[in-house]
């Protein structure tokens, strides 16, 4: 059983397109976040969940929206996506938002924007 | 002002001990320090976490001296497997704001036969 899983693991796509990545994670975590990793691989924190709360929106554009339905899924919705949005994006759950908690990483998707 | 450096790469023989070391000269008093391991085309793995001193597990070693603003991750007998980027993070709360928690650059390690 995939403890941090999303869909799909590679989203290829025009600028302009909106689109959506999936996460669900099934360790009964309460918190969950979306990283991107560029290039460079760079690993910088976007958004992060609490009980289903956003508590963290780093200054990420307001094209990249995420939705909790509940605890188990984190999905993030991406309008006018541009060349500069192509990375790759990790979900990621712990247990609670203290650092001292292990975080789960999901199997990234990435996306490229042409 | 980053609040992790790492050096960008590293290469070591198979066999031998590697050490790799993050600064985190702003560390908090309520940071902990955690690190990652992250293959090609995964998501980072959890390696180990400490607070101070030393702590070990059955993958590694991370070694924290007394004032906390610099912590080294011991990989003993490294094998071709380990060849992996290596991140350190430096964290408290998140709800405390998205700087509590960083990824330092990541460590790219590179085992030799």
């Known amino acids: ?114 | 002002l980053a609040k992790t450096t790492q050096p960008i790469s590293m290469d070591s023989y198979e066999g031998q001990e590697v050490n790799i070391t993050c600064s985190h000269n702003n560390i908090a008093t309520n940071d902990y320090i955690t690190w990652y391991q992250q293959f090609p085309s995964q998501g980072p793995r959890f390696i180990i976490q400490g607070y101070k001193t030393k702590v070990t597990n059955e993958v590694a070693s991370l070694f924290i001296p007394a004032d906390r603003k610099s912590s080294t991750l011991s990989l003993p007998r490294v094998s071709l497997s380990d060849t992996a980027v290596y991140y350190c993070l430096v964290g408290d709360d998140v709800r405390f704001g998205n700087e509590k928690l960083t990824f330092g650059t990541g460590t790219r390690l590179t085992i030799i036969p």
């Not at chain 1, 999303?6 to 025009?14: H, R």
């Not at chain 1, 691989?41 to 969940?49: A, G, N, T």
């Not at chain 1, 984190?74 to 650092?99: K, M, P, R």
Request: net charge neutral.
């Open chain 1, 1 to 114: 059983d995939t403890a941090v899983s999303q869909t799909p693991k590679y989203l290829v796509t025009q600028m302009g397109n909106d689109k959506s990545i999936k996460c669900e994670q099934n360790l009964g975590h309460d918190t969950m976040y979306w990283y991107k990793q560029d290039s460079k691989k760079f690993l910088k924190i976007m958004f992060s969940y609490n009980n289903k709360e956003l508590i963290i929106n780093e200054t990420v554009p307001n094209r990249f929206s995420p939705k909790s339905p509940d605890k188990a899924h984190l999905n993030l919705h991406i309008n006018s996506l541009e060349l500069g949005d192509s990375a790759v994006y990790f979900c990621a759950s712990s247990q609670e938002t203290s650092g001292y908690n292990e975080q789960f990483f999901g199997p990234g998707t990435r996306l490229t924007v042409l």
